[in-house]
C-alpha cells in the first residue's frame, strides 16, 4: 500500500526497475541500428537558453508557448540575463550543437542520435508526461530524398526489434517548403473570414497564431468546416511534389510500408517537405509513438549558414506501453544465481570473500548477512528466485564442507567447500556467466 508524504511531481513517474528492462532492451537496439548506420551518439545539455527552442521550434507551438518548463536559478551570471528552459526535445539543442562546433567541416552528412528526458509541462494524461524519454536520430547536411528514406528504414528496423513494428502504421506527407505554406495558409485564412465564429476557441487563436495546427485538431467543429476549405496539396509546388514521389519510390524499393496522409502537419515550425509519425493501428494519432520529417530552415534559424536536415524522435514510454500491450517481455540480466546462506562468525567471514569470488566470475550472489535464522535465510533465498543456494553452518565449516541445494529441484547435497566455485560455474554453464571486460574493442555507453 502507497504511503508517505511526498510523490513524484505530477506528470512525472519513478522508472521502476520492471520499466528499466524494457528502457534497456530499447536503448540497445537503438545503439546497434544507430552504429550498423554509423550514427554517433551526442548528449545536448539538459537545459538551453530559450531562444534555441523559441527559434528553433516556433514561437507559437504549443511546445514553446504552453509546455516550456522555464529554469530559475538564484543567481545570474554577470552581463548574461539569459532565460533557461529545461529541453522540450532533442532536434534544436542537436543542431545548435552542429552549429557551435563547427559540424559543417565534417564529412556529410553527420548522423548523430541521442536518448534521454525531456520535459514538456503538457496536461498529463494516459501516454502524455512532463518527464519523458525520447530517443533521437539525426541527420544533417544533405537534402536528398535517399536520406529521408534511409532513416526511415533505420527507424523501421528498430521498431521490428521490439517487436511492435506490425501493431503501427507509418503516416506520410510531405508539407512543401515555407512559401507553400505561407500561401496556403493566406488562402486558409481567406476561407475562414466570416466563419471564425464556428470555430473552437482553442482553434479560433490557432486561426491567428498558427493556421496550420487547424489542420490535424481533433475538434470536431474544425473539421466539419476544413472539408471544403482549401488543401495544403494545392500549394504545395513541383519540386516537393517531385521529391515525395521520389520518396516513396525509394521506400518502396526498401519494402518500407506507410500511409499517405495530407493532413498531417506537426507541431513544430522547422519542417519543411517530409514529415512523417508512427501511429499504432487501435488509437491512431492520439498517442504517436514517433514522429520527425525534414528540417531545411532550422539551422539557419539558429543563426548557422543554411544547412539541411532530417530526423526522428521515438517516445520511449508509449514505445515500453505498445511492447507490453504486444506481450514482449524484455529480456534482462537482473536473475539471482545464487543465495549464500550462512551461520556463525567464522562462516560469515569466509562468505563474505566466498560471494566477491563468485561475483568476479560473473555470477549473481546475494547474501543475507544479518543475524537471521537459516530457515529465514532460506525463505529469502525462494523470494529472490535464486537458483542455488550455498549453506555454511558451524558444523560445515569445521568439516571444510558446504552445502549446495537446487532451489528448484529441492535437492541439496554436501561438497567440499574449495569445489564450491567450480561446482557452480559448471552447473551454471561457462557461457551464462555475466563476464565484463574494459578493452578497446566494445565500448557500451548508458
Ligand atoms: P515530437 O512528435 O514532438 O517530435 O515528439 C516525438 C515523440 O516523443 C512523440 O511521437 C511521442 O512518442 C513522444 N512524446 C512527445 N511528447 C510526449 C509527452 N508529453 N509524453 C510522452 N511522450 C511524448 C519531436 O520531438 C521532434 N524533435 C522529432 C524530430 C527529430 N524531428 C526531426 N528530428
Known amino acids: 500500500m502507497a504511503s508517505g508524504t511526498f510523490r513524484t511531481p505530477k506528470g512525472t513517474s519513478d522508472v521502476l526497475p520492471e520499466d528499466h528492462q524494457y528502457q534497456t532492451y530499447i536503448k540497445k537496439a537503438v545503439r546497434h541500428r544507430c552504429r550498423q548506420a554509423g550514427f554517433k551518439r551526442i548528449d545536448p545539455p539538459i537545459f538551453e537558453k530559450t531562444s534555441v527552442f523559441e527559434r528553433g521550434i516556433g514561437q507559437h507551438t504549443d511546445i514553446v508557448e504552453k509546455e516550456l518548463f522555464l529554469v530559475k536559478s538564484h543567481h545570474t551570471d554577470e552581463g548574461e540575463p539569459e532565460e533557461f528552459a529545461l529541453r522540450p526535445e532533442f532536434t534544436a539543442g542537436i543542431c545548435r550543437s552542429y552549429i557551435e562546433h563547427g559540424m559543417k567541416q565534417l564529412p556529410q552528412p553527420v548522423e548523430l542520435y541521442s536518448i534521454g528526458p525531456c520535459f514538456r509541462h503538457d496536461r498529463p494524461q494516459k501516454g502524455r508526461y512532463r518527464q519523458f524519454h525520447q530517443f533521437d536520430l539525426e541527420v544533417i547536411g544533405l537534402h536528398d530524398a535517399s536520406l529521408d528514406a534511409q532513416l526511415i528504414h533505420v527507424i523501421n528496423k528498430i521498431f521490428k526489434d521490439l517487436r511492435i513494428y506490425d501493431r503501427l502504421t507509418m503516416q506520410l506527407n510531405n508539407i512543401g517548403t515555407a512559401q507553400n505554406r505561407k500561401d496556403f495558409v493566406a488562402a486558409l485564412k481567406d476561407y475562414f473570414i466570416g466563419k471564425e465564429r464556428n ?11 498558427n493556421p496550420l495546427r487547424l489542420l490535424d485538431s481533433k475538434e470536431e467543429d474544425t473539421q466539419i468546416l476544413l472539408k471544403n476549405a482549401p ?52 488509437t491512431g494519432g492520439k498517442n504517436a509513438v514517433g514522429g520527425g520529417g525534414r528540417y531545411d530552415p532550422l539551422i539557419e534559424m539558429l543563426g548557422g549558414e543554411p544547412t539541411p536536415g532530417v530526423g526522428f524522435a521515438g517516445g520511449m514510454e508509449r514505445i ?12 534482462h540480466k537482473d536473475q539471482i544465481d545464487i543465495f549464500v546462506a550462512q551461520l556463525g562468525p567464522e562462516a560469515k567471514k569466509m562468505c563474505l570473500l566466498l560471494i566477491s569470488q563468485l561475483r568476479d566470475l560473473g555470477i549473481h550472489t546475494l547474501g543475507a548477512l544479518g543475524e537471521a535464522s537459516l530457515k529465514s535465510q532460506m525463505r529469502l533465498a525462494d523470494k529472490f528466485q535464486a537458483k542455488y543456494t550455498l549453506l555454511l553452518g558451524q558444523m560445515e565449516v569445521k568439516a571444510g564442507t558446504i552445502i549446495l541445494r537446487d532451489m528448484a529441484a529441492g ?29 578497446d574493442k566494445f565500448e557500451e555507453e548508458e
Open 231 to 282: 488543401t495544403l496539396d494545392q500549394f504545395i509546388d513541383d519540386e516537393s511534389k517531385q521529391y515525395h514521389e521520389t520518396l516513396k519510390e525509394y521506400l518502396d524499393a526498401l519494402g518500407a510500408t506507410y500511409e499517405e496522409n495530407p493532413y498531417l502537419v506537426r507541431g513544430l515550425d522547422y519542417y519543411n517537405q517530409t514529415v512523417f509519425e508512427y501511429w499504432d493501428n487501435d
Open 320 to 331: 515500453i506501453y505498445q511492447m507490453k500491450q504486444a506481450g514482449v517481455q524484455a529480456p
Open 199 to 209: 470555430l473552437p476557441e482553442l482553434d479560433r487563436t490557432r486561426l491567428e497564431t
Open 411 to 439: 535437492k541439496q547435497q554436501e561438497i567440499a567447500f574449495k569445489e564450491a566455485v567450480p561446482t557452480i560455474v559448471k552447473l551454471l554453464g561457462e557461457d551464462s556467466l555475466d563476464t565484463y571486460t574494459l578493452n
